[in-house]
């Protein structure tokens, strides 16, 4: 992994001014000055790495390589050393195998607050403590080899609810002892925004930031031309992926995606998603293929999608008809089986498109 | 196309098999197939091990080795109830007791025991390489002509879990482009041989190791990645270069312990090239078919696809992608191409062994796929040891 240099398009380079023609060619040159003047020399720097279980990359518009990949990974190491659940010592993991719960972190804390106010106003469809059903629905770190049954299902649902944690300053409380988080649901929008609180320190405000199909993007590329996304398409066959079903520019803010046409697996002859419903212990199982969420962050845009999955189409449109600051894309499946795809108001850099 | 060695594969990619990592759905009916094991060396007891663990399809009744400290100690492996033990496999094959056999002898034997079986009426899981000799498989092919009602596999394992029936799709949808060469390797540090408690008993306990029995690395190794690619391309090779020695262990043995074949493939216009060697072990087991959009490399559990870096990079005109989280095993831009590692081998093949025995339908790895694998082998082996280019005749009549 290298970070990539590549010398900025040569948008500066004039015509030699003409004879007895110096004026216009000074006012070009000046006006030039005004426009790019701020950042004379801006060279894209690209960034690609592993974290997570997936890749990321980082694309930015600098005068010099203001942030490393050193940088960029030690951060993300930082971050899995608080919430992932495949470091048996982070604390994640130590909160989950504690009785009364564990002093957390920055990280842990920020996640768990915003996780908590994103479960209520869902009204309890994304919970940080879901951890227990992904677990006995054959989603966790260690795989369950059975599907549980309606009792099994009911007992785990007694440790599953966000009124079962409570954050006092920064200790994080268990009202019951079986309670274990996963904020898996969260946690990847935001290392994605920290990874941009990063860039801003050093100044820099063109980029975007992708980590497992989340992005954060700010400012634009060379020429004020915007960041281009594509949305996946969903054949989930990452050997022989499908073209992008959209391709959109959001401007600032982050996009998020959720979807349940990669992660799944099979059950008596149906496919069970890898997304739970909190309040039933089962997984979602709905008209939902993929929700594409815009905000402007990625820790709200990541906190939601998943939610949006479990309301369905309909409950999801009428609750962001609400929201001004937030839209979602969302490809769903038709009661005839055909895959149709519709989009809220607010879902910004979308070019609404006859078929 | 060659006619009948293409056969069924349809229902196979759609059915049970590839959904996850579970064997097919189809759930035994009525009594276990009664089965007997034929050779009970490491092959035969390892097969014994597997069937154990499949008892509502299997009940292993009858064991049979000419080696009597082995039939000992294969007959304590059984856990399905009460088995007879035999010497000469002819009497086993008077048994009433067996419905299917399993022949796991040295490849020399493979083809007078092979052919007892069939015309004793029983099914027969017959080891790799089917034979060792190409009039040999010709024959088999002959006799089991008419027998519908007859089910011959042939042991070609690894290509029954669902991770090289999803690479054979692969291949087929175009996912990898134009396919033109292909690199496998099976190494090993070691002189692979198997201890002997008495040194009368070295020919037949290490007959590996001496080319009156057996084809050496090439039949014993090499002959699944060329049956693979037989299967996969539905083709075989026509010209076969090949080179090799006693390099590592000059220990009296007679097969090369060093070996490389070049095989030709005209028709998908594909090189393949297959090594085995005694003298490192890096490698291991190594199997890269490469095409002009990606590569496929497996190991015999797991494999990854790594798309040309040229179609990485090119995204289209999009900066970044949205999408459901992509699981990703390494840095070099891989994806698994499934999401577990699989079993091993062997369970799969035995799982569809008895489903087509139940359903009286031509295996994937059958008579025809065996010989066309077997004359490969036989031809590559025929390239090594005179030091001359070989061809593939047409006269040989497969299908």
């Known amino acids: 992994m290298e970070v990539l240099q590549q010398p900025y398009p040569e948008f500066l380079t004039l015509p030699a001014p003409m004879k007895n023609n110096w004026l216009p060619g000074i006012v070009v040159l000046v006006l030039l000055c005004c426009a790019f003047g701020k950042q004379p020399s801006l060279r894209l720097f690209e960034i690609k790495g592993y974290a997570q279980g997936t890749t990321y990359s980082i694309v930015y518009y600098a005068p010099d390589s203001l942030v490393s990949q050193q940088q960029t990974d030690s951060l993300l190491q930082r971050f899995d050393k608080s919430v992932s659940l495949y470091l048996p010592q982070s604390l994640i993991c130590r909160f989950n195998r504690s009785q009364k719960g564990i002093r957390v972190d920055d990280v842990f804390r920020v996640l768990v607050s915003r996780a908590l106010q994103i479960s209520h106003a869902t009204g309890g469809l994304v919970d940080p403590t879901v951890k227990p059903l992904v677990d006995a629905w054959g989603f966790g770190v260690f795989k369950s080899d059975h599907e549980p049954g309606k009792e099994e299902v009911k007992n785990l649902l007694r440790q599953v609810g966000a009124n079962k944690i409570r954050l006092e300053g920064d200790f994080l409380y268990k009202t019951v002892p079986g309670v274990q988080l996963d904020l898996n649901g969260i946690a990847q929008g935001y290392s994605v925004d920290l990874l941009a609180d990063l860039l801003e320190r050093h100044h820099i405000h063109d980029y975007l930031i992708e980590l497992g199909g989340e992005l954060r993007i700010k400012g634009h590329k060379p020429g004020n031309e915007p960041f281009r996304v594509g949305i996946e398409g969903i054949s989930g066959d990452d050997l022989d992926p499908a073209p992008m079903r959209q391709v959109i520019e959001p401007g600032d803010g982050a996009i998020t995606t959720s979807g349940n046409y990669r992660k799944h697996h099979e059950a008596g002859g149906k496919q069970v998603s890898h997304l739970m419903d909190p309040l039933t212990g089962y997984p979602v199982q709905n008209e939902m293929i993929s929700v594409t969420v815009y905000a402007r962050d990625a820790i709200t845009a990541d906190g939601y999608d998943n939610g949006f999955m479990a309301m369905g189409l309909q409950r999801s449109l009428a609750f962001l008809a609400k929201r001004k600051d937030m839209g979602a894309y969302m490809v769903y499946r038709r009661p005839d089986g055909r895959i149709a795809d519709t989009v809220s108001t607010f879902f910004k850099g979308y070019q609404h498109k006859t078929e | ?399």
């Open chain 2, 1 to 399: 196309m060659e006619r009948r060695t293409f056969l069924k594969n349809t229902g196979l990619l759609s059915g049970g098999l590839l959904i996850g990592n579970k064997l097919s759905a189809l759930q035994p009916a009525g009594e276990p197939i009664k089965i007997a094991v034929i050779g009970c060396g490491d092959r035969g007891t390892g097969i014994m091990n597997i069937l154990n663990g499949m008892p509502e399809q299997f009940r292993i009744t009858a064991l049979c080795d000419v080696l009597d400290f082995r039939l000992t100690a294969a007959q304590k492996l059984v856990k399905t109830g009460t088995v007879k033990t035999y010497i000469d496999y002819k009497k086993l094959l008077d048994d009433k007791e067996v419905d299917a056999v399993i022949v796991a002898v040295p490849l020399y034997l493979h083809y007078p025991v092979a052919a007892d079986v069939i015309r004793s009426g029983r099914h027969l899981y017959l080891e790799k390489t089917m034979t060792y000799t190409i009039d040999q498989a010709l024959d088999l092919v002959t006799l089991m002509h008419g027998r519908n009602e007859q089910v011959l596999q042939v042991g070609h394992q690894y290509r029954y879990s669902p991770l090289y029936y999803r690479v054979k799709e692969m291949i087929h949808k175009g996912y990898l482009g134009k396919v033109t060469q292909v690199d496998c390797r099976w190494d090993r540090n070691g002189n692979w041989r198997r201890p002997v408690p008495n040194p009368a008993l070295e020919r037949a306990i290490n007959w590996r190791m001496y080319r009156e029995y057996s084809g050496g690395l090439v039949a014993e190794l090499l002959s699944h990645q060329i049956d693979f690619i037989n299967w996969a391309f539905d083709t075989h090779p026509q010209e076969f270069f090949a080179t090799g020695g006693i390099d590592v262990f000059k220990d009296g043995r007679e097969t090369y312990d060093n070996v490389q074949l070049m095989l030709r493939y005209p028709d998908p216009g594909l090189i393949g090239n297959f090594g085995a060697m005694c003298g490192n072990a890096h490698d291991g087991y190594l199997f890269k078919i490469k095409g002009t959009l990606g590569t496929v490399s497996l190991l015999t559990d797991q494999g990854m696809f790594y798309p040309e870096k040229k179609f990485l990079s090119e995204k289209g005109t999009v900066d970044g992608v949205t999408g459901a989280t992509r699981i990703v095993w390494n840095k070099e831009g891989g994806t698994p191409i499934l999401p577990e590692a699989t079993k091993d081998g062997t369970c799969y093949a035995f799982n569809d062994f008895y489903q087509k025995i139940k359903r009286r339908e031509l295996p994937d790895s059958n008579v025809f796929t065996g010989a066309r694998t077997a004359i490969s082998v036989h031809l590559a082996n025929q390239a090594l040891y005179s030091q001359k280019v070989c061809s593939w005749d047409s006269s040989y009549k497969i299908g």
